[in-house]
């Protein structure tokens, strides 16, 4: 049976925006976003506050609801799709406040994201100690650098560790494509660094888009960069040119963006 084109077409991306727009009453949040990402890909989105970079979020999980315009995930229009539609294909994401068990442990957290996009969610039944999801919890906590306190209450571990922490969940269930919200605000600079080197280490075939304020954290985790102003996508381009652009020094730079925020 023939793939009709426009499915073979989009089949190579694990994201397509095509005109992507949203509105809230007179203000245009979003306006014709074209985007494309490769399965695999590592894109970073920049731009200052209000750019629209959390609506963009917003509108390719499904929390909100495009004016106009298409998503596609893995050539599957998913435009009018649920949130929990879209994770069930294989999307993640994190968010910029925080959604942790702070009474259960490193372990226990890691354990509830595995088990809640598994077939088994509603078993009642307590895991045995060789629980495939075990595992899974337990390479998770490796993959984040939390192996060493993967016992410890979530309420005790410093801020750093658990963003960590929320970075594994969004891991959770073999995702296609993660979606992270800017993972390093308020981290101190060792903080930044080991999430430089936890980003950098995902498995190949793990793609994300990650919004981030900070440029340095950016750059050196993503593959391709697009820069929002005003709703639109102002540049796009590999690190080293939008690093070297002059406008995007103009704009992004020369406004007090670079470095920490």
């Known amino acids: 049976m023939a793939v009709a084109p426009s499915i073979a077409a989009g089949a190579a991306n694990a994201l397509e925006l095509r005109g992507l727009s949203k509105s809230f009453g ?24 209000g750019a629209g970079k959390t609506t963009l979020f917003n509108c390719i999980t499904g929390d909100f609801r495009p004016t106009a315009g298409a998503i596609r995930f893995f050539g599957e229009d998913v435009t009018a799709f649920p949130a929990y539609e879209r994770i069930r294909r294989g999307l993640r994401r994190t968010y910029q406040i925080s959604l942790l068990f702070g009474g259960l442990s490193v372990a226990d957290n890691i354990y509830l994201a595995c088990r809640g996009v598994s077939r088994g969610r509603f078993s009642m039944l307590r895991p045995r100690r060789d629980d495939a999801l075990v595992a899974a919890s337990e390479d998770l906590a490796r993959t984040v650098h939390l192996s060493d306190v993967s016992d410890r209450r979530v309420a005790d571990l410093s801020y750093g560790q658990q963003r960590q922490l929320e970075i594994a969940m969004a891991l959770a269930g073999a995702p296609r494509l993660v979606l992270f919200d800017e993972p390093a605000a308020g981290l101190s600079p060792t903080e930044r660094r080991n999430l430089v080197d936890i980003l950098t280490g995902l498995p190949s075939h793990i793609g994300y888009i990650i919004i981030e304020h900070d440029m340095d954290v950016a750059l050196r985790v993503s593959d391709r960069v697009t820069l929002m102003h005003n709703g639109r996508i102002f540049k796009d381009g590999k690190p080293a040119e939008i690093e070297e652009d002059p406008e995007v020094q103009a704009l992004y730079l020369g406004g007090g963006e670079h470095g920490h925020s």
């Open 26 to 49: 007179a203000l245009a949040a979003l306006a014709d976003i074209d985007l494309v990402v490769s399965p695999g890909e590592r894109r970073a989105v920049l731009g200052s506050n």
